[in-house]
């Protein structure tokens, strides 16, 4: 079998929200962010093994992706999203028994339009300027909603992964103004929130990245492994020049393996001359460019050809792979893929 795996463990990610849940107050709903497909992992095994560790609460970005997650937990547990109430949703919405998180007055408007008594949520902008209402949008609406359905009222934190920020105050502040006093629930925090302290937990905490083993959450228990089987291995002599654009030359006698994965799996190909791969505890490096489905590694330092080839695990964390390419674990889980074998350890 060419297909690369894909091991994710589930008790790893039960293990991390219940780090993050017991990292806030005992009055703190502790909600799971599964937007995303679990940001690549599986949104509904990943969504069963968090409700059977506790979670009662499940945000995703879309109608769609609720949908979906609605199907696969059944009708119990409330699920929030992001996006709100687009054109179109209103049947997903009620079928699926979603909660949108309203980001505009015209949010408002389709949502009454379309399903007057539906519970809904608001998102308000505290300074982001990404998605929510502003201070006097709220402020002229306010009064209506909370007498309504409303079930939640939430912002989201610009800069909560880096606790130094002044940024982090400010947008405190700024929600504190717009929502104190409501007497409707209040969420302001993700991962990076929940650990700026008790200021930031308010009603209820939304992590998402810290359950997947990801930075910010320095404690994250790892959650994925990428093993990649070897197709062949060959010998290449010193001169020789190996893949695309003939870009690596051998410096000396090699021995190459050609393994299963390329930039189409999530191996981005800015990774070319720079990832390492791990058999064990031996590092072997690749060599010439990635391709779409292939990498050729350098096995010389193995004493047999190996069978797989681990580009994430123990000695390579998502966040590793990112730093190599300045880019975050974030985008490193949401590129793997489909093309996985996903097997779902300790389920
Ligand atoms: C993605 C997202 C989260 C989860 O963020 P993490 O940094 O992954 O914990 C929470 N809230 C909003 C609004 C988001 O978009």
Not at 121 to 127: E, I, R
Not at 129 to 152: H, P, T
Not at 286 to 298: A, C, E, F, K, P
Request: net charge negative; glycine share 10%; proline share 6%.
């Amino acid at each position: 079998m060419a297909q690369a795996q894909l091991l994710i463990d589930l008790s790893a990610v039960q293990h991390n929200w219940r780090a993050l849940d017991a990292a806030s107050g005992a009055s703190v709903q502790t909600a799971a962010t599964i937007k995303a497909d679990a940001y690549g992992l599986g949104a509904d095994k990943v969504g069963h093994a968090l409700a059977r560790a506790g979670a009662r609460r499940f945000f995703v970005a879309l109608a769609e992706e609720g949908a979906a997650l609605r199907a696969a937990l059944g009708p119990d547990l409330p699920i929030h999203v992001y996006g709100g109430h687009m054109e179109g949703d209103a049947p997903l919405i009620a079928e699926a028994a979603l909660v949108p998180m309203l980001n505009s007055p015209a949010q408002v408007l389709r949502h009454r339009a379309a399903l007057p008594d539906h519970p809904f949520g608001v998102q308000l902008d505290s300074g982001m300027n990404r998605l929510g209402m502003e201070a006097d949008e709220w402020q002229a609406l306010a009064a209506d909603l909370l007498a309504g359905e409303c079930r939640l009222v939430m912002s989201h934190l610009a800069c909560a992964d880096e606790p130094d920020h002044a940024m982090n105050a400010r947008q405190l502040a700024e929600f504190r103004r717009m929502t104190d006093g409501i007497g409707v629930p209040r969420s302001l925090s993700a991962t990076g929130g929940v650990l700026l302290g008790p200021d930031y937990h308010f009603d209820m905490t939304r992590p998402g990245i810290g359950l997947y083993g990801g930075r910010p959450f320095a404690q994250a228990r790892p959650v994925v492994r990428v093993s990649i089987p070897v197709i062949q291995t060959r010998l290449v002599r010193a001169g020789e020049s190996v893949g695309y654009g003939n870009s690596f030359v051998a410096p000396r006698d090699m021995r190459l393996a050609t393994i299963s994965a390329g930039y189409a799996d999530g191996v981005h190909r800015a990774l070319s001359g720079k990832v390492t791969l791990w058999h064990g505890d031996t590092p072997c490096k690749l060599v010439g460019r990635v391709s779409m489905d292939l990498l050729t590694i350098d096995v010389s330092a193995l004493p047999d050809d190996p069978e797989m080839l681990d580009l994430l695990g123990p000695h390579q964390g998502v966040d590793d792979l990112a730093d190599l390419i300045d880019t975050i674990g974030y985008e490193i889980l949401t590129s793997l893929g489909p093309r996985y074998r996903r097997i779902y350890q300790n389920q």
